[in-house]
């Protein structure tokens, strides 16, 4: 017998205790995962000696209360996991295919959509699917996208669009208009609009690398030919707002409102943002979220406050 035939004899033969070996490793406890996967403690303690026979080596490791997993055993814990989760999307995308009305949606989205558009899209949407279900994850443009690559979301509003990134696809979802945010007591307050190139010297407080409205104002900057001078940076976009009224800086935000203390100036020329909604080029979608992702793209949806359609020559 080859290596090979081994080797797949022994994982035929693991497969049906390799959600235990994952749960243990969840877990750090026996009877914990027991509990988790609905057997008896005894019969968990059982199929995990019996795992580790089969492999010839120690799966887990008492650890004070608990169990921790060995070498070996984190080595199969981990594969495990990947191919529950595998399994998992299967089992979600073949009960879909057979009611996609009672399918289940993972949308990942930029912090500040939060506030208007993804609730206008899903309002819209739940009009004529009522039974989809929404799980929802907010992050960085860099983080949705990840989550998109690596399977763990169906789709990602995210801006600018990875339009140069052949494993995902993406479509135009609306046009959101950035601003200039300053003190009122800034020297640009009073002004009707400021090109990027007087913002050379002033202090800005924007995101971290990896958002993108990080990687839109220092472009923006370059464009304009000097370096952003970073004053702070930040993780969410009101915590940058309220920098900005404390007087510590300048930022490059979506248009909210102008306060007692924050004056929004538009920028010359007017600076847009597209939102796109982007998914994986590799794997087929769900029929849940292929049915929300067409309501979305379709051009016929409502955006909500501060949200137009996007221009026709935002790319290919």
Same mark, same amino acid.
């Given at each position: 017998? *080859? =290596?090979?035939?081994?080797?797949?004899?022994?994982?035929?033969?693991? %497969?049906?205790?390799?959600?235990?070996?994952?749960a +243990?490793?969840? *877990?750090?406890? #026996?009877?914990?995962a027991? /509990?988790?996967?609905?057997?008896p403690?005894?019969?968990?303690?059982?199929?995990?000696?019996?795992?580790?026979? @089969?492999?010839?080596a120690?799966?887990?490791?008492?650890?004070?209360?608990?169990?921790? &997993? *060995? !070498?070996?055993?984190?080595?199969?814990?981990?594969?495990?996991?990947?191919?529950?989760?595998?399994?998992?999307?299967?089992?979600?995308?073949?009960?879909?295919?057979?009611?996609?009305?009672?399918?289940?949606?993972?949308?990942?989205?930029l =912090? @500040? &959509?939060?506030?208007?558009? +993804?609730?206008?899209?899903?309002?819209?949407? $739940?009009?004529?699917?009522?039974?989809i279900?929404?799980?929802?994850?907010?992050?960085?443009?860099?983080?949705?996208?990840?989550a998109?690559?690596?399977?763990?979301?169906? @789709?990602?509003?995210?801006?600018?669009?990875? @339009?140069?990134?052949?494993?995902?696809?993406?479509?135009?979802?609306?046009?959101?208009? &950035? #601003?200039?945010?300053?003190?009122?007591?800034?020297?640009?307050a009073?002004?009707?609009?400021?090109?990027a190139?007087?913002?050379? !010297?002033?202090?800005? #407080?924007? &995101?971290?690398?990896?958002?993108?409205?990080?990687?839109?104002?220092?472009?923006?900057?370059?464009a304009?030919?000097?370096?952003?001078?970073?004053?702070?940076e930040?993780?969410?976009?009101?915590? +940058?707002?309220g920098?900005?009224?404390?007087?510590?800086g300048?930022a490059?935000l979506?248009?909210?409102?102008?306060?007692?203390?924050?004056?929004?100036?538009?920028l /010359?020329?007017? +600076?847009?943002?597209?939102?796109?909604?982007?998914?994986?080029a590799?794997?087929?979608?769900?029929? %849940?979220?292929?049915?929300?992702?067409? =309501?979305?793209?379709?051009?016929?949806?409502?955006?909500?406050?501060?949200? $137009?359609?996007?221009?026709?020559?935002?790319?290919?």
């Open positions: 017998m *080859t =290596h090979e035939s081994a080797d797949d004899r022994l994982a035929a033969q693991l %497969a049906p205790g390799l959600a235990l070996l994952a +243990v490793g969840e *877990t750090g406890h #026996v009877t914990r027991a /509990e988790l996967l609905g057997i403690q005894p019969t968990a303690s059982r199929r995990l000696a019996a795992l580790a026979d @089969l492999v010839g120690p799966l887990v490791l008492p650890s004070g209360r608990g169990i921790r &997993l *060995t !070498g070996a055993g984190r080595t199969l814990a981990g594969a495990s996991t990947r191919a529950l989760a595998t399994v998992a999307a299967a089992v979600r995308q073949v009960r879909e295919e057979i009611d996609p009305d009672t399918g289940r949606v993972v949308l990942g989205f =912090h @500040l &959509l939060g506030r208007s558009l +993804v609730p206008s899209l899903i309002r819209g949407f $739940r009009v004529r699917h009522p039974g279900r929404f799980t929802l994850a907010q992050g960085s443009r860099q983080d949705m996208l990840r998109v690559h690596e399977g763990e979301i169906d @789709l990602a509003f995210v801006a600018p669009m990875p @339009l140069d990134d052949p494993d995902l696809v993406s479509r135009p979802l609306a046009d959101q208009e &950035l #601003v200039l945010s300053v003190p009122r007591s800034h020297r640009f009073a002004r009707a609009r400021v090109r190139g007087e913002l050379e !010297g002033e202090e800005l #407080v924007t &995101l971290e690398h990896g958002y993108g409205l990080r990687q839109i104002t220092d472009d923006l900057c370059a304009a030919g000097f370096e952003p001078r970073i004053a702070f930040g993780q969410e976009s009101e915590t +940058v707002r920098l900005v009224a404390a007087g510590l300048v490059i979506p248009r909210a409102r102008s306060t007692a203390s924050v004056v929004e100036i538009p /010359e020329p007017a +600076v847009f943002r597209t939102i796109g909604a982007s998914w994986s590799g794997e087929r979608l769900t029929p %849940a979220a292929r049915v929300f992702r067409d =309501h979305v793209c379709s051009g016929e949806t409502k955006l909500g406050q501060g949200f $137009r359609t996007p221009a026709p020559d935002w790319g290919p």
